[in-house]
């Protein structure tokens, strides 16, 4: 399906500095320490309105224009970070790849040469890997196998496989899943729900992945994550889609983030 974007209505977004850094806090369940930040770009189109990525990358997807977008997402990530640091906070940012970025054999060479260019470094920044590339995991291992090398941190969305399903490469290239609240079934029956989610932290924590419990929407959903021992969770029910004047506020709510060792 062709999108109704066309390229030069992101490029003039891009120019008119219509793309928009959003983050979404991962906290500590218990303590309420924030741990680390995911971003995204949204696009407050002057012409389309906001626009989410599911909704304009596909354009860029067709086009063959992905790459160059995800080399500007990188950019205004590593700014934001510095901005960051500047301000005296030291905590992991991740960005989202999608199947079509770890298609394009350009990909660790576009992104480290980000990193020449700019003296950074990928240290403390987790590539976020759309979930159902473990159905097919070896058909992008060079690629991964590249950025682990590199210094990047995988992780995968939405994981509700059986982690001991999975090869012991896969196992060992990952850092981090996120679990969805109920491992993305129809479940209704909490003492199921709440035993099959403790197995997947168990397993997790086994194979010595971050784990962070996602789409927490209130109190009752956070006390759950911590009934079944993870730690981290992420949602509205902690924060969700901040801007950087929302995220300057919440931090200055919070004690200074101390940075959680990464495998």
């Known amino acids: 399906m062709i999108s109704a974007f066309s390229i030069n209505d992101i490029i003039y977004g891009v ?23 995911d971003t995204k770009l949204l696009w ?10 599911e909704q304009f990358l ?26 960051l640091r500047n301000a005296g906070y030291s905590m992991p940012l991740a960005i989202s790849l999608r199947l079509h970025d770890l298609q394009d054999p350009a990909l660790v060479d576009a992104l480290m040469r ?45 994981f509700y496989q059986n982690p001991d399903s999975l090869g ?13 609240p109920r491992l993305g ?8 729900r709440q035993r099959q989610l403790s197995q997947a932290v168990e397993a997790a924590q086994r194979h010595q992945w971050s784990c962070i419990v996602t789409g927490v929407e209130n109190q009752q959903d956070i006390q ?5 021992g993870a730690s981290l969770v992420q949602g509205h029910g902690v924060g969700d889609d901040l801007s950087a004047s929302e995220l300057a506020t919440m931090l200055a709510r919070v004690k200074q983030p101390r940075q959680i060792p990464r495998r």
Do not use: W
């Not at 120019?15 to 930040?37: D, W």
């Not at 079934?185 to 199921?192: F, H, M, R, Y």
């Open 114 to 158: 980000v990193f020449r260019d700019s003296g950074d470094n990928p240290d403390g920044l987790t590539l976020i890997l759309p979930s159902r590339l473990l159905d097919d995991f070896y058909q992008h291992i060079r690629p991964l196998s590249q950025l682990v090398d590199n210094g990047f941190h995988l992780a995968v969305s939405n």
């Open 44 to 53: 407050h189109s002057s012409r389309f309105g906001s626009q989410h990525g």
């Open 58 to 83: 596909p354009a860029l997807e067709e086009r063959g224009k992905h790459l160059n977008f995800l080399l500007f997402y990188l950019i205004r990530s590593l700014r934001a970070r510095q901005q």
């Open 168 to 180: 012991d490469t896969c196992c060992d290239m990952l850092s981090e899943v996120r679990l969805p």
């Open 185 to 192: 079934t129809s479940l209704t029956d909490k003492q199921v």
């Open 15 to 37: 120019e008119n500095r219509e793309f928009l850094l959003r983050y979404r806090p991962q906290v500590n369940a218990a303590s309420g320490q924030l741990h680390a930040l």
């Open 224 to 228: 759950e994550a911590l009934t079944m």
